[in-house]
């Protein structure tokens, strides 16, 4: 069996009881897991300040 290659990297992160639960609730209005919710939160923060490289997936909707 191939192995399927792993594009995420697991860490730990701290955050204060408050911030925690404002995240779980965006996460919950916006119907996504409080981790899909941190993903998102970075991945935006990365994209608006342009430190993210442009995907083909992302290059192929802009067309």
């Known amino acids: ?3 399927k290659e792993n594009t995420t990297k ?3 992160l701290r955050v204060d009881a408050a911030t925690m639960e404002a995240i779980e609730k965006w996460a919950a209005d ?3 897991s409080t981790n899909g ?3 998102w939160i ?3 923060a990365l ?3 342009g430190r993210l490289k442009k ?4 290059d192929t ?3």
Do not use: G, P
């Open 42 to 44: 970075i991945n935006e």
């Open 1 to 3: 069996m191939a192995k």
């Open 30 to 32: 916006e119907f996504r």
């Open 37 to 39: 919710q941190l993903q």
């Open 47 to 49: 994209r608006k300040s």
């Open 55 to 58: 995907t083909k997936k992302a």
């Open 61 to 63: 909707k802009e067309e």
């Open 10 to 12: 697991s860490f730990v």
